[in-house]
T-cell receptor, first 113, second 114 residues
Framework: KAGVTQTPRYLIKTRGQQVTLSCSPI?????VSWYQQTPGQGLQFLFE???????NKGNFPGRFSGRQFSNSRSEMNVSTLELGDSALYLC????????????FGNGTRLTVT | AQTVTQSQPEMSVQEAETVTLSCTYD???????LFWYKQPPSRQMILVIR??????QNATENRFSVNFQKAAKSFSLKISDSQLGDAAMYFC???????????FGKGTTLSVSS
């Protein structure tokens, strides 16, 4: 089975712009979660989607949004980028059951200048 | 507050030796799942081992095993017969169930020398 695929691997954007990151889960997985990783804050939960519905959301401003499509692929959007949004964004998929482990992708490295 | 503490920012071990990484967590839930993830320079977070809190038996996966002490809220990872490929950042994490936030520690950087 192919793993979780995130595109692009690297992004450089300017403050004030918006960006969209993409995540393709493992085939058959219906849950997709997004995490932000920074040296200062570590790994923080953004949100989780299951069958196109957002089930859980972390403590991030409304500039961070996401969606999931019928094929379980997910996108994350960040509007009005700030310098502090520079981070590694990790996507993870799971089968969605209570005890299903998360399988992560390689992440998208976003740099805001 | 839900927290995970990894008290060792860095650890080092010789090849073929054994090393233990520490982790403590704080939760008011009685049922939850604990994980150790490995993140090499490639950035991908790789699941090393998982433990269901309702199971008393410690999980093992080949050279990796855990010491789970539920009352003490402790979940340490033991790596036996360390290999150069084990060098990475290791994260301890837990969640109540899949779909909820996975709470991560700050990580322990493990270096392995020959």
């Amino acid at each position: 089975k192919a793993g979780v695929t995130q595109t692009p691997r690297y992004l450089i954007k300017t403050r004030g712009q918006q960006v969209t990151l993409s995540c393709s889960p493992i085939s058959g997985h219906r849950s997709v979660s997004w995490y932000q990783q920074t040296p200062g804050q570590g790994l923080q939960f953004l949100f989780e989607y299951f069958s196109e519905t957002q089930r859980n959301k972390g403590n991030f401003p409304g500039r961070f949004s996401g969606r999931q499509f019928s094929n379980s692929r997910s996108e994350m959007n960040v509007s009005t980028l700030e310098l502090g949004d520079s981070a590694l964004y990790l996507c993870a998929s799971s089968a969605g059951g209570r005890d299903s482990p998360l399988h992560f992708g390689n992440g998208t490295r976003l740099t805001v200048t | 507050a839900q927290t995970v503490t990894q008290s060792q920012p860095e650890m080092s071990v010789q090849e073929a030796e054994t090393v233990t990484l520490s982790c403590t967590y704080d939760t008011s839930e009685s049922d939850y799942y604990l994980f150790w993830y490995k993140q090499p320079p490639s950035r991908q977070m790789i699941l090393v081992i998982r433990q269901e809190a309702y199971k008393q038996q410690n999980a093992t996966e080949n050279r990796f095993s855990v010491n789970f002490q539920k009352a003490a809220k402790s979940f340490s990872l033991k790596i036996s017969d360390s290999q150069l490929g084990d060098a990475a950042m290791y994260f301890c994490a837990y969640h109540v169930r899949a779909g909820t936030a996975l709470i991560f520690g700050k990580g322990t950087t493990l270096s392995v020398s020959s």
